[in-house]
């Protein structure tokens, strides 16, 4: 026997559509002064060379404290910035932010090796005519070397829209900045498409390095995916590194380089400072660590 009647039914579910509508718009509004309120920072997470340990980049990733509802995530938020097209000034904002902590350790590390940072970049930021045009201004006006700067696309960025995608690709790359496919593995693009875009470093999604332990499976999918890239001259991030054991298996593996918690959070730039100048302060050539900046 039905619990409510059907009038009560509609009634329940009016309500909760009501409210999501309702978060929806009140997140839509948020957002629209966003960047007037000075609501966003950028926390970094430190890239390692799995063999030597040594931090090789940094990869900034947005957060928004927002007055009263607290930390949103950009999982929730930046989804929705793209679909009401403020990804694109909000974007912007970013890119100029970590050029800015680019710039700023670049004056305090002396003699030490350039740190590199990757920015997460949007779809609609790439399909944008003037991005490139973008990529320059930023740069200069922050002074800033573009091979500083990494970008991070997601495959099924360029999976969507191939041609026009991988122009204008190839023309970053001209620039001298370093492209990142980000979350590899769960765009549903097959391996052998990989040769025809112009990256330089690939990152293996959190997904596949969490399930590299339950099963020998996965770790050769794991292996697959590094023997390819090394066959393209590609590197190789593993992402959401979280235990010794997947880090050990991504040693054996060849992995170049590594992130996840076990190393360290994302944190804000003042709280790695100890961190980076255990390498600022490193020779630069000193063969015993290696340094490579990805
Ligand atoms: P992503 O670029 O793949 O970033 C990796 C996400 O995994 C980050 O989540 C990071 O905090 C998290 N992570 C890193 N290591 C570990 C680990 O060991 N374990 C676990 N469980 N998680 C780990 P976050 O910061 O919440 O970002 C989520 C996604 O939001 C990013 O995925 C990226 O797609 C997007 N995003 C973040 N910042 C930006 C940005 O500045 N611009 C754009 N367009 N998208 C961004
Ligand atoms: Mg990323
Ligand atoms: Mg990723
Ligand atoms: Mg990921």
Same mark, same amino acid.
């Given at each position: 026997?039905?619990?409510?009647?059907?009038?009560?039914?509609?009634?329940?579910?009016?309500?909760?559509?009501?409210?999501? $509508?309702?978060?929806?718009?009140?997140?839509?509004?948020?957002?629209r002064?966003?960047?007037? %309120?000075?609501?966003l920072?950028?926390?970094?997470?430190?890239?390692?060379?799995?063999?030597?340990? $040594?931090?090789?980049?940094?990869?900034?990733? $947005?957060?928004?404290?927002?007055?009263?509802?607290?930390?949103?995530?950009?999982?929730?938020?930046?989804?929705?910035?793209?679909?009401?097209g403020?990804?694109?000034?909000?974007?912007?904002?970013?890119?100029?932010?970590?050029?800015?902590?680019?710039?700023?350790?670049?004056?305090?590390?002396?003699?030490?090796?350039?740190?590199?940072?990757? $920015?997460?970049?949007?779809?609609?930021?790439?399909?944008?005519a003037?991005?490139?045009d973008?990529?320059?201004?930023?740069?200069?006006?922050?002074?800033?070397?573009?091979?500083?700067?990494?970008?991070?696309?997601?495959?099924?960025?360029?999976?969507?829209?191939?041609?026009?995608?991988?122009?204008?690709?190839?023309?970053?790359r001209?620039?001298?900045?370093?492209?990142?496919?980000?979350?590899?593995?769960?765009?549903?693009?097959?391996?052998?498409?990989?040769?025809?875009?112009?990256?330089?470093?690939?990152?293996?999604?959190?997904?596949?390095?969490?399930?590299?332990?339950?099963?020998?499976?996965?770790?050769?999918?794991?292996?697959?995916?590094?023997?390819?890239?090394?066959?393209?001259?590609?590197?190789?991030?593993?992402?959401?590194?979280?235990?010794?054991?997947?880090?050990?298996?991504?040693r054996?593996?060849?992995?170049?380089?590594?992130?996840?918690?076990?190393y360290?959070?994302?944190?804000?730039i003042?709280?790695?400072?100890?961190?980076?100048?255990?390498?600022?302060?490193?020779?630069?050539? %000193?063969?015993?660590?290696?340094?490579?900046?990805?």
């Amino acid at each position: 026997r039905a619990k409510f009647s059907g009038k009560q039914c509609l009634a329940v579910f009016d309500h909760a559509m009501h409210e999501s $509508v309702l978060k929806r718009l009140e997140l839509e509004e948020a957002l629209r002064t966003v960047l007037k %309120d000075g609501g966003l920072r950028l926390v970094y997470q430190p890239i390692f060379d799995i063999e030597t340990g $040594v931090i090789v980049g940094l990869e900034s990733l $947005v957060r928004w404290d927002h007055a009263t509802k607290g930390l949103i995530s950009p999982a929730e938020f930046v989804p929705v910035a793209e679909e009401i097209g403020l990804i694109v000034p909000i974007g912007r904002w970013i890119l100029e932010e970590a050029c800015r902590t680019i710039h700023r350790l670049n004056e305090a590390r002396g003699d030490g090796p350039p740190i590199s940072i990757g $920015v997460n970049v949007s779809k609609r930021q790439l399909a944008d005519a003037n991005f490139v045009d973008l990529l320059k201004d930023v740069l200069e006006t922050e002074n800033v070397s573009p091979n500083q700067l990494n970008l991070e696309i997601t495959e099924s960025m360029i999976m969507d829209s191939p041609e026009q995608i991988v122009d204008c690709l190839s023309e970053i790359r001209n620039l001298g900045i370093r492209l990142h496919m980000d979350d590899f593995g769960t765009g549903h693009s097959s391996l052998s498409c990989l040769h025809r875009f112009p990256i330089d470093v690939l990152k293996i999604d959190r997904s596949f390095v969490s399930t590299m332990e339950v099963g020998d499976d996965y770790e050769s999918i794991i292996h697959a995916i590094i023997t390819l890239a090394h066959n393209l001259d590609t590197k190789v991030i593993a992402e959401g590194i979280e235990t010794t054991r997947q880090l050990q298996q991504l040693r054996d593996l060849k992995c170049d380089f590594g992130q996840g918690y076990l190393y360290s959070k994302p944190e804000p730039i003042e709280d790695l400072q100890e961190l980076l100048s255990a390498i600022v302060n490193r020779p630069r050539q %000193d063969p015993q660590f290696g340094f490579a900046s990805i």
